[in-house]
């Protein structure tokens, strides 16, 4: 179980907690995400990003009621792939008999699933016949050697083959494109006079040591051969490699643009829709299936705070949101949220007493005085005694009924911040005030939706500090599958010995020094997505 911290900095890796021996259910689960909020800070967390399972789903109520502000949302990459997967073990797809169809086929999924054998046989089959290729050039010195000067002569450049990795959203339908775009080498290795006087055959596989133990080597180049200059117009190799890959691209570009820490949130709503019109404008038999699939994955991973980020990110300003109820009805709820947040912050912060200089008049919603010099303490001690109960047995969490008097909906000072975002929101939606000029939107096309908020919101303070918090969140957790890697690195067969306190600190190290050392560059920018 690992935990990280995002905001706009790549992800800084918290910790990571052995569970071994625990029975990981909603309210372990749970405990252990509270324990780390608490730890660090719980008016510094907004969102949640968690699996997908039913456990973590079960997680949320109680993060939720444990935190009024706090908002939360499934990892969307995991989400992405559980699509592909679903479409894959749907029965109209599996029983068909034919090869693929032209467009949208089998493979759709196959390709991209973790689980090759819940896949139908034709899509498998393709995955198997790609790794054929890839193996065989790949660990053989006088193929590789001669692909490698025919993709000079042909692309002007070097270009290699891509290997399908376990721990990779998408990989296979990299791999069959970087073979479409080497299909010409290829070709041309294959028929090359010194490559056909080898005579290559189909061997058994062979085992050789190396650094990272034993390893297999696929021995089949017969079938290489045969495959990669397979041309038959349907069912040949290379058609139903470009099929597969021309049906799950759009998927991959989703995927790609969501498998990062970016703050991609703004992006997700309408993402979904566009990867809807792929399906439904394709001309498949298995097109409403996979519509019907792409709708209940939406509902499973659409939340409130989706829709507030579809309506604030300028990218999508003239979309007409305002028509849409279930879009504006997160919008609110996200609102309200942060409301509560604000306030608590005022409270705790007790800002009447801190405060250098009078607040500004326009900013009079966010600086709301109030006689609270104990707050703080209130809060804090509070706090702290709730961590210490979670950290000395999570299982007990349900026992804990102390928690501080936290703002509501109905809270004056919250509803005056409510109501000063939704007036804000009709300047912004009418390109009203600053946002009149035009070159102001067409600035939002080449930065994250966030900076643009910072850097012309300061006429609407409210709604300014909404869509900042809301729109530099990331939409997906693929970071956590990261750490696995970073993990393998520092505790491998060499330093097996390492307890997890220690290979949990290493990792620490590694990862976050990477990190500082990246954001300490001279010309280091934020990764805007669009």
Known sequence: ?????????????WRSVDTSGKEKNAEYCAALMIADIYEYGPLKVLLVITDTCTTMKKCWSILMDEFPWIMVLPCQ?????????????????????????????????????YDLLCLPSQATTL?????????????????????????????????????????RFGTNTLVGERLLKLKGSLQATCTDEAYVDKKYVDKTNTEEDSGIGRVVRSNKGGTAGKLCLDNRPSTGFWARCSSHVQATLPMLKMLRRFDSSAPTLGKLYSSWHELGLHFNSTESEFKKDALDKHEARWAYSHTDIAGAAYVLDPEFHGHEQH??????????????KIGILMQTRIKVRALTHSLPHPPPPHASLL?????????????????????????????????WNHFPAYPDVNDPAVKAFCAAVSAQLVLYRNRKGEFAREWIFTAAENMPAYEWWEQYGASVPELQTVACLILSQPSSASIIERINSEFAFVKDKRRNCLLHWRSNKLVGLFHNLRLLKKMRRLLYTEQCIG
């Open 77 to 113: 990459a995991h989400v992405l792939s559980l699509l592909m997967k679903d479409i894959g073990k749907s029965k109209k797809v599996c029983e068909r008999s034919h090869p693929f169809p032209p467009v949208l086929t089998g493979s759709l999924v196959a390709s991209d699933s």
């Open 323 to 336: 028509k849409n109820s279930e879009v504006m009805g997160g919008f609110n709820n996200c609102v309200e």
């Open 127 to 167: 995955v198997h016949e790609e790794g054929i290729i890839t193996q065989w050039f790949s660990n053989h010195h006088f193929p590789l050697a001669k692909l490698r000067e025919y993709t000079v002569k042909k692309l002007g450049g070097p270009c290699e083959l891509v290997k399908a990795a376990a721990t």
């Open 367 to 399: 600086y709301i005085p109030t006689q609270v010099a104990e707050a703080p303490d209130m809060f804090t001690k509070l706090w702290k005694k709730r961590a210490a109960m979670i950290a000395a047995d999570p299982l007990k969490q349900k026992t």
């Open 1 to 13: 179980n690992s935990a990280f911290i995002t905001g706009n900095d790549g992800g800084i890796y």
